[in-house]
């Protein structure tokens, strides 16, 4: 089966522009993370969708970070404006039990 | 809230050594726990699980796991190392009684010396 797609893998923009990440889960999997990956760290969870719901976003900077998932399937994560600390690794995964969640490449953000 | 240690940065071991990538957790509830292996930029994948049932957990390519109630441990481990394990592991762990977030470590990067 084909595994969570991200684009683009990597991004490079200046601080105070916006930005956006799309992801597109594993067929069938219903529920969604967007995870924020800095460098020498793990990743930390921002937002997790079950469908097209939110369950969890209390680590999700909501004054710059917004994230979508309208017909349940797609996502899109926007930072706007970005700041110099947003640079990291940004990770969607999914999954369809709570066990074992399938990661994309993830999109490398370099804010300057 | 949950939370992970990975207490070294990095492991190094030579081919054909056994190794261990250490890894304690802690969480109000009964644990489930991960571990994961990310390549250079590649994201993350699953090696294997512990949820409930035998100590020892076997995965993927040779890695086995075992969990230790007693001292909160889920330590990773390989009898015999190949260069290609050389990569970063993180360990993590999920409190389903709590916030049922999945929680990692900062990671250990693995390096196999030929």
């Known amino acids: 089966e084909a595994g969570v797609a991200q684009s683009p893998r990597y991004k490079i923009i200046e601080k105070r522009q916006s930005v956006a990440f799309w992801c597109n889960p594993i067929s069938g999997h219903a529920t969604l993370y967007w995870y924020q990956q800095i460098l020498g760290q793990g990743p930390k969870l921002l937002i997790q969708?079950?469908?097209?719901?939110?369950?969890?976003d209390s680590q999700l900077p909501k004054d710059r970070f917004s994230a979508e998932r309208l017909k349940g399937v797609d996502s899109t994560l926007k930072i706007q404006p970005a700041k110099l600390e947003d640079s990291a690794v940004y990770l969607c995964?999914?999954?369809?039990?709570?066990?074992?969640?399938?990661f994309g490449p993830g999109t490398r953000l370099t804010v300057t | 809230a949950q939370s992970v240690a990975q207490p070294e940065d990095q492991v190094n071991v030579a081919e054909g050594n056994p190794l261990t990538v250490k890894c304690t957790y802690s969480v109000s509830g009964n644990p489930y726990l991960f571990w994961y292996v990310q390549y250079p930029n590649r994201g993350l994948q699953f090696l294997l699980k512990?949820?409930?049932?035998?100590?020892l957990v076997k995965g993927s390519y040779g890695f086995e796991a075992e969990f230790n109630k007693s001292q909160t441990s889920f330590h990773l481990k390989k009898p015999s190392a190949l260069v290609s394990d050389s990569a970063l592991y993180f360990c993590a762990v999920r409190d389903i009684r709590g916030n049922n977030r999945l929680a990692f470590g900062k990671g250990n990067q693995v390096v196999v010396i030929p």
């Open positions: 969708f079950q469908n097209n719901g939110v369950v969890d």
């Open positions: 512990y949820i409930t049932g035998d100590n």
């Open positions: 995964a999914s999954s369809s039990t709570v066990y074992e969640q399938y």
